[in-house]
């Protein structure tokens, strides 16, 4: 019970300081163009029409799969026409990884094939999942890391859909 104890606060420790330290909060949400699904080359930054949740994942996390779930069910109760999910799948060089997991996971929003070395230094992608929060004015809110429980989640869509 100890060690589960001292595991979840270092989870909860590394979370909180990547939420408070991450260099984006504050400033416009960085794109980039990357093959989607069809392997079509997409700005994704065109596709922030609205608050935006830019989901950094890879088909083998545990975590990530568990987030999805979380996603689906918040795309489904808040709208999309009010909140864009875009996924980056930062172990896809090409559409192959990416249609697998969308198929295998059973989701509709839109994922890029992120195996990048700019993309991930940019958003300092060091492990997955990370989520980051992005407001109707493009501006990134809050970025996440690990794992976040749904009424947390459900809580930071309200902040980025009142900006």
Known sequence: MYRLACLLLMVFIATAAIASESPLVGKTVPTFR???ENN????????????????FTENS???????IA???RAEAKFGRKNLRIIGINVMARDSRL???YKEE?????????GNRYDVLKTYRINYVPVLVFVDSRKIVRKVVGHYMLEPDL???IREILQR
């Open 98 to 100: 990416v249609k697998a």
């Open 154 to 156: 459900h809580k930071a």
């Open 105 to 113: 996971l059973g989701f509709t929003f839109p994922m890029f094939a």
């Open 61 to 67: 996390c545990h975590y990530c799969t568990q987030i």
């Open 40 to 55: 079509r080359e997409v700005d994704f930054g065109v596709l922030i029409d609205r608050p935006t949740i830019i989901y």
């Open 34 to 36: 990357l093959p989607d």
């Open 70 to 72: 979380l996603l689906k």
